[in-house]
């Protein structure tokens, strides 16, 4: 049975096991007051029984619950056990984390809905387990031995006898929340040290995610005492990451003590081996000259390692993702960006006079693409895999590819079938400022229907954009140079550009393809056309 049973004994405890299993099967939640239907038009007096269920949640058998694996989200049907944060035997508390399981989009903390002792799992570390089958066994009847906090206990008792010494609160800070589907990090930087006296809203730490750069401040005015994690770690939302001690002021008195016997206790050490060492390097020495000579005559050979941050490695992680799950091809097209440049030239002080913004080429392609996107709505669509339906949008999220300090990020202009030029041109400016100062919020760069890329601002003539999943298509603008082109039967120089489109062929069909870029085409060469709505 899927759910717990309270009931009382009228003739009914064979119709009670019947119409149970029958619940379970159909994966209904129960609740009788004063009647239940337990699936469909099957109906039972309250007077008879009284159930209580939550569908597929627990399964009790006196004081031992079974927990199964809850759901994660949409479209998400199974997981990956990516370790278990609890012993068997070992004392649980309520929101205690238990394991912490893995999908193809976010890495999520299982804890505890009630207190008890951890019997074990059902599966191992590395296991794909399924949303509902069942994940651990708690005994809320049991008491276990809690031997990680009761060593634990004694640190507290000195620091607070330390602590009522000097003045001042003991304040301990946790990860704060960094966004929504974020449950980890990696501690970038420790701006401050112990015995630092840090201000109320200094910025004390820094912390690197898979999407964003987060600066840790602190809430408190007063000397940091204890530092919880070091440089390189990983740590969870929520977890402890360093101590105040609010209204000290600032000196580091505790870390010159232990300084001095540490640079006794090194002399003594090394005497003895320093004498034995150069007889027992006296003879390979002719040997370590040959080595470096011939690295002198090749020159410089260093090497420099530096760890991935988060963000990169996230990079790297969903661009092979695209290479394997889509069916990428690339068609070009080019075009005469000389009508546009006029345009642009006529008008871009009395634009940036009435708008306060100045004029660009972005906001003529987004308006181009957004445009496009509605004639051909496979382009704004996607597959949904797990369900095997492809999902056409209403709506068009056009992702623009920004360059930050850190990486490149891809920030989302919303409903652009409804901004105007000025709109496209004051959003973009807004992203490209929060990109450089590392405020982008992970709010602002999460969805899209469709991607910009405009490699032109550095240069690049040509290229082939990978496609930004789970989006099945993405535009490459490239640099403008002046060509020869046959106009009216005669040669002249034109400033030309060549676009990419990068699309997922399993959904986008190659004449849909070509067809979504002569419309970017023609709506760039004659911008009336956009204007016109043709």
């Given at each position: 049975?899927?759910?717990?049973?309270?009931?009382t004994?009228?003739?009914t405890r064979?119709?009670?096991?019947?119409?149970?299993?029958?619940?379970?099967?159909?994966?209904?939640?129960?609740?009788v007051t004063?009647?239940?239907?337990f699936?469909r038009?099957?109906?039972?007096?309250?007077?008879a029984?009284?159930?209580?269920?939550l569908?597929?949640?627990?399964?009790?058998?006196?004081?031992?619950?079974?927990?199964?694996?809850?759901s994660?989200?949409?479209?998400i049907?199974?997981?990956?056990?990516?370790?278990?944060?609890k012993?068997?035997?070992?004392?649980?508390?309520?929101d205690?984390?238990?394991?912490?399981?893995e999908?193809d989009?976010?890495?999520?903390?299982?804890?505890?809905?009630?207190?008890?002792?951890?019997?074990g799992?059902f599966?191992?570390?590395?296991?794909?387990i399924?949303?509902?089958?069942?994940l651990?066994?708690?005994?809320?009847?049991?008491?276990?031995?809690?031997?990680?906090p009761?060593?634990?206990t004694?640190a507290?008792?000195?620091?607070t006898?330390?602590?009522?010494?000097?003045?001042?609160?003991?304040?301990?800070?946790?990860?704060?929340?960094?966004g929504e589907?974020i449950?980890?990090?990696?501690?970038?930087?420790?701006?401050?040290?112990?015995?630092?006296?840090?201000?109320?809203d200094?910025?004390?730490?820094?912390?690197?995610?898979d999407?964003?750069?987060v600066?840790?401040?602190?809430?408190?005015?007063?000397k940091?005492?204890?530092?919880?994690?070091?440089?390189?770690d990983?740590?969870?939302?929520?977890?402890?990451?360093?101590v105040?001690?609010?209204?000290?002021?600032?000196?580091?008195s505790t870390s010159?003590?232990p300084?001095p016997?540490?640079?006794k206790?090194?002399?003594?050490?090394?005497?003895?081996?320093?004498?034995?060492?150069?007889?027992?390097?006296?003879?390979?020495?002719?040997a370590a000259?040959?080595?470096?000579?011939?690295v002198?005559?090749?020159?410089n050979?260093?090497e420099?390692?530096?760890?991935?941050?988060r963000?990169?490695q996230?990079?790297?992680?969903?661009l092979?993702?695209s290479?394997?799950?889509?069916?990428?091809?690339?068609?070009?097209?080019?075009?005469?960006?000389?009508?546009l440049?006029e345009m642009r030239?006529k008008?871009?002080?009395?634009?940036?006079?009435k708008?306060?913004?100045?004029?660009g080429f972005m906001?003529?392609?987004?308006?181009?693409s957004?445009?496009a996107?509605?004639?051909?709505?496979?382009?704004?669509?996607?597959?949904?895999?797990?369900?095997?339906?492809?999902?056409?949008?209403?709506y068009v999220?056009?992702?623009v590819?920004v360059?930050?300090?850190?990486g490149?990020?891809?920030p989302?202009?919303r409903?652009?079938?409804?901004?105007?030029?000025?709109?496209?041109?004051k959003?973009?400016?807004?992203?490209?400022?929060?990109?450089?100062?590392?405020?982008?919020?992970?709010?602002?760069?999460?969805?899209?229907?469709?991607?910009?890329?405009?490699?032109?601002?550095?240069g690049?003539?040509?290229?082939?954009?990978?496609?930004?999943?789970?989006?099945?298509?993405?535009?490459g603008m490239?640099?403008?140079?002046?060509?020869?082109?046959?106009?009216?039967?005669?040669?002249?120089?034109r400033?030309?550009?060549?676009?990419?489109?990068?699309?997922d062929?399993?959904?986008?069909?190659?004449?849909e393809?070509v067809?979504?870029l002569?419309s970017?085409?023609?709506?760039?060469?004659?911008?009336?056309?956009?204007?016109?709505?043709?």
């Amino acid at each position: 049975l899927n759910f717990n049973v309270e009931y009382t004994m009228h003739r009914t405890r064979n119709l009670l096991v019947r119409t149970a299993l029958q619940a379970s099967r159909q994966n209904v939640a129960i609740k009788v007051t004063p009647q239940v239907t337990f699936s469909r038009s099957f109906i039972m007096p309250a007077r008879a029984i009284k159930v209580t269920a939550l569908s597929r949640t627990v399964r009790q058998f006196s004081g031992m619950t079974v927990i199964p694996l809850e759901s994660l989200g949409d479209s998400i049907s199974s997981a990956v056990l990516v370790s278990w944060e609890k012993k068997e035997g070992e004392q649980v508390n309520e929101d205690d984390v238990i394991a912490v399981v893995e999908t193809d989009k976010v890495t999520m903390d299982i804890r505890a809905k009630q207190s008890g002792v951890f019997s074990g799992g059902f599966c191992a570390e590395g296991d794909e387990i399924e949303v509902g089958n069942d994940l651990y066994k708690i005994d809320t009847d049991a008491t276990g031995a809690p031997s990680a906090p009761a060593a634990s206990t004694p640190a507290p008792t000195e620091e607070t006898t330390s602590s009522s010494s000097s003045p001042g609160t003991r304040q301990e800070v946790p990860v704060p929340i960094m966004g929504e589907s974020i449950t980890q990090g990696v501690l970038a930087t420790w701006n401050k040290a112990v015995g630092d006296f840090v201000s109320a809203d200094e910025v004390v730490a820094s912390i690197e995610t898979d999407k964003v750069t987060v600066d840790v401040n602190s809430p408190f005015t007063g000397k940091i005492v204890e530092i919880l994690a070091e440089e390189g770690d990983e740590i969870e939302v929520g977890g402890p990451l360093f101590v105040v001690m609010e209204g000290a002021s600032g000196g580091p008195s505790t870390s010159a003590p232990p300084a001095p016997p540490a640079a006794k206790d090194t002399p003594s050490t090394p005497a003895p081996s320093t004498t034995p060492a150069p007889e027992k390097k006296a003879t390979p020495t002719p040997a370590a000259p040959s080595a470096p000579a011939p690295v002198a005559e090749k020159g410089n050979r260093n090497e420099t390692r530096v760890k991935m941050t988060r963000m990169r490695q996230r990079i790297a992680q969903r661009l092979k993702e695209s290479q394997s799950v889509a069916a990428m091809l690339t068609t070009f097209q080019e075009v005469d960006m000389g009508p546009l440049m006029e345009m642009r030239s006529k008008h871009k002080e009395e634009f940036e006079k009435k708008h306060g913004v100045k004029l660009g080429f972005m906001s003529a392609f987004v308006k181009a693409s957004t445009a496009a996107l509605q004639e051909i709505p496979a382009i704004n669509g996607v597959i949904d895999d797990a369900t095997k339906e492809i999902v056409y949008r209403d709506y068009v999220d056009i992702s623009v590819a920004v360059a930050s300090p850190t990486g490149l990020v891809v920030p989302v202009l919303r409903n652009c079938e409804d901004m105007t030029f000025a709109d496209v041109e004051k959003t973009i400016g807004m992203y490209g400022r929060k990109a450089k100062e590392g405020t982008m919020s992970l709010e602002e760069m999460t969805g899209g229907t469709f991607t910009i890329s405009n490699g032109g601002v550095f240069g690049s003539l040509f290229g082939t954009p990978i496609i930004n999943i789970p989006q099945s298509a993405i535009l490459g603008m490239h640099a403008t140079k002046m060509r020869p082109m046959v106009v009216g039967g005669q040669v002249v120089a034109r400033p030309m550009m060549y676009m990419a489109l990068t699309y997922d062929h399993r959904l986008i069909d190659g004449r849909e393809a070509v067809t979504f870029l002569k419309s970017i085409q023609a709506k760039i060469e004659d911008p009336s056309r956009l204007l016109l709505e043709i």
